[in-house]
């Protein structure tokens, strides 16, 4: 046993910065007091950011964005409960929270019943027949992980999407279902016609699932879910069966699909088709790994990320999704912790009372990345425009600024933007890495 | 005389033509500490394997204390008081120290699949895994993540971690395989205290750690036990000397 100091030999940014509050009770945990309130604070700032959004953006387009912001932050959440804890990468996610969706929408036409249910119940029902079906597909889907999960739930979705135009009664064929809200039993006077009413459904219901689903990694079969995604052989020669602890994940993650479905129909009052089909199934992957699947909040982070890059960048750009995809390519190639991981890299170094030797060299490195990373953009814009504009249509505006896109001069300065910009990025970047290093060292000069 | 801990009767193993365990029949005591050697190949992690339920047997039982495990799955034998340890270090990597040996601590603590308890808020819990990481020298290394220890230290781990649930049958698949010598010493009394009273078996290579650990040695050659008995007998066995043990020992000195 060598007796050198444990935390020395630990590469930068891999330290368990989750696992700190393992266990309150021991000494041995450094900064204990600390780190609950760590722990704590940016929770409490997000309910707070959440209850205030809606008086700074009371407009109705930013409430739209908010309460799909909600939405996908709950759905993201309960697809994390499978690949970032579980360790299941599913393709046919959708299908849990578009079914219990739909069956929400059919509560909402069964006007006796719905009369007498407060809307803000209705997403409980959505889980409950999001658990439902995850209850018959878990039964098979999770005898194993890994490839045979991931085909199984690709199988999966694609029947239930293509079900949709056969079962036309449930699904509604290609017009899909649809409902009106406002029919619900008014809760406590409230009948949700404002879209901030909606809002503060939809933000309590967000709170309540995070708070539950974070409750739940913590719970003896969330952790056993963590060891059944490391080594599923193992926790089997602890006495755990991982069939069932990842059955037991699935039906879990399968009702807060669903509850995000029950959202979807209250706010949308329309499911249709692209609910369950494989496109959307793949857009909660995308938006989990691209919040990073190792930490509870990743999910959360990418929501709002790549809500907004899906709704107010693609009212800037036609190209939004080849941005996101990008986005996304990068995530994986670069940082696979995702966004999350990206800010949890972090962390030694604010513990070590360094962080502001790493501000002047990202602005160094970062802004004419940024800069150079724009210029590309604009080059893409560029070709887009010139392949695809009306004939005879040679004008364009990009970053407010209107030129003729079949002359020479904006491409020339588009592509000098980018070389020079991604040129200075290059060579600050050395600098960047070594006051990365000298940032995450202990001792030294402050 | 009282029902032995582990009783195997004609125990066989055929993968595909190739007959691998050729028919096997061993009982082991209570509190018996039982090493299993013999040359590479000769079927021990297979034997293993086979205990374990990771193999189903072509032929013959296993038996845990006089109960048939035959048609269990490997997490029903291990809450049946049967615990093992790999040949390839087998800890949960991405998991801190202190979470990989809870997790060994929440069948036997009775938590089952529950979503009801936060696992941080249950003291006995948290108590019983410090008191583990204590007795295996990792109390400074809790928080890490176990795919960061040293490689003796995952070894002492995954002895954690077997032990932990309380089982009173272990069995270990070569504990000190790539150690150096001080790091075998200390993996060796680390084994010796944690089963003491407890029934063990072990595959060892280390001639060393087999004579100075065990009660009594089988010798498996080619799927059979060419014979078993205590240390001192095995040694002067004139079968096993021409068999094996002669090189064996020689290769060690």
């Given at each position: 046993m060598s007796d050198t100091d444990p935390r020395a030999d630990i590469p930068k940014g891999m330290r368990p910065d989750e696992q700190i509050t393992t266990d309150p009770t021991k000494p041995q945990q450094r900064m204990r007091a600390g780190s609950l309130t760590m722990t704590l604070a940016p929770w409490i700032a997000a309910v707070v950011?959440?209850?205030?959004?809606?008086?700074?953006?009371?407009?109705?387009?930013?409430?739209?964005?908010?309460?799909?912001?909600?939405?996908?932050?709950?759905?993201?959440?309960?697809?994390?409960?499978?690949?970032?804890?579980?360790?299941?990468?599913?393709?046919?996610?959708?299908?849990?929270?578009?079914?219990?969706?739909?069956?929400?929408?059919?509560?909402?036409?069964?006007?006796?019943?719905?009369?007498?249910?407060?809307?803000?119940?209705?997403?409980?029902?959505g889980g409950l027949f999001g658990m439902g079906l995850a209850l018959i597909i878990g039964s098979f889907s999770t005898r194993s992980a890994g490839t045979v999960f991931a085909m199984i739930s690709l199988g999966v979705g694609e029947l239930i999407a293509a079900s949709s135009i056969i079962f036309v009664a449930f699904f509604g064929g290609e017009g899909g279902i649809s409902g009106d809200r406002t029919y619900a039993q008014p809760f406590f006077g409230v009948e949700f016609l404002q879209q901030q009413e909606v809002y503060y459904l939809t933000a309590a219901w967000v709170i309540i699932s995070a708070a539950l689903m974070y409750a739940w990694s913590r719970t003896p079969v969330g952790r056993m879910a963590n060891a059944v995604r490391d080594n599923p052989e193992r926790a089997e020669f602890l006495g755990y069966s991982a069939r069932w602890v990842r059955y037991y994940s699935f039906v879990a993650s399968g009702f807060f699909a669903g509850v995000s479905g029950g959202l979807f129909a209250i706010n949308y009052e329309i499911l249709t088709e692209e609910n369950l089909n494989a496109a959307s199934s793949g857009i909660i992957l995308l938006v989990t790994f691209l919040g990073g699947v190792g930490f509870f909040f990743g999910p959360i982070i990418g929501a709002v990320v790549f809500t907004l890059v899906q709704t107010v960048l693609s009212l800037q750009t036609e190209l939004w999704a080849f941005y996101a995809g990008t986005l996304f390519l990068a995530t994986v190639m670069f940082f696979p912790g995702g966004l999350a991981g990206l800010i949890m890299m972090h962390v030694p170094a604010f513990k070590l009372g360094k962080a502001q030797l790493l501000v002047m060299p990202y602005v160094r490195t970062l802004i004419p990345a940024a800069i150079g990373i724009l210029g590309l953009c604009a080059l893409v814009e560029m070709t887009f425009h010139y392949r695809h504009a009306a004939t005879g249509d040679h004008e364009m505006t990009l970053f407010w600024t209107t030129f003729d896109s079949h002359t020479i001069m904006p491409w020339i300065i588009a592509a000098v933007i980018a070389a020079v910009g991604i040129g200075i990025a290059r060579i600050t970047a050395p600098d960047l890495k070594d006051a990365w290093n000298e940032a995450n060292t202990a001792g030294g000069k402050k | 005389m009282s029902v032995p801990a582990l009783e195997l009767s004609g125990l066989k193993k055929s993968f595909g033509k190739a007959e691998i365990i050729r028919g096997i029949d061993l009982s082991i005591g209570k509190a018996e500490r039982h090493a299993i050697i013999g040359p590479n190949g000769a079927g021990k992690s297979t034997l293993?394997?086979?205990?374990?339920?990771?193999?189903?047997?072509?032929?013959?039982?296993?038996?845990?204390?006089?109960?048939?495990?035959?048609?269990?799955?490997?997490?029903?034998?291990?809450?049946?008081?049967?615990?093992?340890?790999?040949?390839?270090?087998?800890?949960?990597?991405?998991?801190?120290?202190?979470?990989?040996?809870?997790?060994?601590?929440?069948?036997?603590?009775?938590?089952?699949?529950?979503f009801w308890n936060i696992v941080s808020r249950q003291r006995a819990l948290s108590e019983g895994a410090d008191a583990i990481l204590d007795e295996i020298?990792?109390?400074?290394?809790?928080?890490?993540?176990?795919?960061?220890?040293?490689?003796?230290?995952?070894?002492?781990?995954?002895?954690?971690?077997?032990?932990?649930?309380?089982?009173?049958?272990?069995?270990?698949?070569?504990?000190?395989?790539?150690?150096?010598?001080?790091?075998?010493?200390?993996?060796?009394?680390?084994?010796?205290?944690?089963?003491?009273?407890?029934?063990?078996?072990?595959?060892?290579?280390?001639?060393?750690?087999?004579?100075?650990?065990?009660?009594?040695?089988?010798?498996?050659?080619?799927?059979?036990?060419?014979?078993?008995?205590?240390?001192?007998?095995v040694r002067a066995d004139a079968k096993v000397q021409e068999a094996y043990l002669g090189a064996a020992l020689e290769a060690e000195h």
């Open positions: 950011i959440m209850m205030a959004l809606p008086i700074v953006f009371d407009n109705n387009s930013s409430l739209t964005i908010m309460n799909q912001m909600s939405i996908t932050i709950v759905f993201a959440l309960a697809y994390n409960m499978l690949l970032g804890q579980g360790g299941m990468l599913s393709f046919g996610h959708a299908v849990y929270a578009g079914v219990g969706g739909f069956f929400c929408m059919h509560l909402m036409n069964m006007s006796d019943f719905f009369a007498a249910l407060p809307l803000p119940l209705l997403p409980f029902f | 293993f394997n086979l205990i374990t339920a990771r193999f189903a047997p072509t032929a013959g039982t296993v038996k845990l204390h006089g109960e048939n495990l035959a048609g269990l799955e490997p997490f029903q034998i291990n809450r049946k008081g049967l615990s093992r340890s790999f040949q390839i270090t087998n800890i949960f990597p991405r998991m801190s120290v202190f979470e990989n040996v809870r997790c060994a601590l929440l069948w036997a603590q009775g938590y089952k699949y529950s020298n990792l109390l400074a290394r809790r928080d890490l993540p176990a795919g960061m220890l040293s490689y003796a230290e995952q070894r002492a781990l995954e002895i954690g971690i077997t032990i932990a649930g309380g089982a009173n049958v272990i069995m270990l698949d070569e504990p000190t395989a790539g150690m150096s010598n001080t790091e075998t010493d200390y993996i060796m009394d680390l084994i010796m205290r944690v089963t003491e009273g407890k029934t063990l078996i072990m595959v060892e290579h280390d001639m060393g750690v087999v004579f100075g650990l065990a009660d009594r040695i089988s010798v498996l050659v080619y799927g059979e036990i060419l014979a078993t008995g205590k240390p001192a007998d």
